[in-house]
């Protein structure tokens, strides 16, 4: 799981899209995680406990029975190369690092809200380009909604 998708089970925010983003990832965490292996890393806990978080008390506390990815030299390099083809934006962290975990451990899947950097169809062949590549399996990058 990528941080979006922790903020979206803990956020308070009224808006629409917001309200549709918790109930729909409720709905998944409720119902469909049970039939996954779901994993968090350490870049996901660092966002999610960042003290520019508003829900930075209550997020980590979401995923604390989960097990945690920690982050490797493999997982950093990849990150790099993403940014460095500009899959990714800078820096070497965040949405690079969320993918580099998912890549380097061969995860089928990363969940996600975040349509701009990860789940965009635009991105898809690029990365899987880039995956491939560097001789890995690209994951699928999929919202709450499409899994």
Request: proline content about 7%; aromatic content about 8%.
């Amino acid at each position: 799981m990528e941080t979006s998708f922790v903020s979206a089970c803990v956020t308070t925010r009224t808006t629409l899209r917001s309200v549709y983003e918790r109930e729909a990832s409720l709905y998944w965490w409720n119902n469909e995680a049970s039939a996954h292996e779901v994993y968090v890393s350490d870049e996901v806990i660092h966002e999610l406990s960042h003290r520019a978080n508003p829900r930075r008390d209550e997020a980590p506390r979401f995923v604390q029975a989960l097990p945690v990815i920690p982050v490797t030299d493999a997982m950093i390099q990849f990150a790099e190369a993403l940014v460095e083809r500009m899959v990714m934006p800078q820096p070497v962290a965040g949405d690079a690092l969320h993918v580099a975990t998912a890549v380097v451990t061969a995860m089928d899947y990363v969940l996600t809200w975040n349509v701009r950097h990860l789940a965009n169809p635009n991105k898809v062949l690029h990365l899987n380009a880039v995956c491939l590549e560097h001789g890995y399996i690209p994951p699928m990058i999929v919202r709450p909604d499409d899994l």
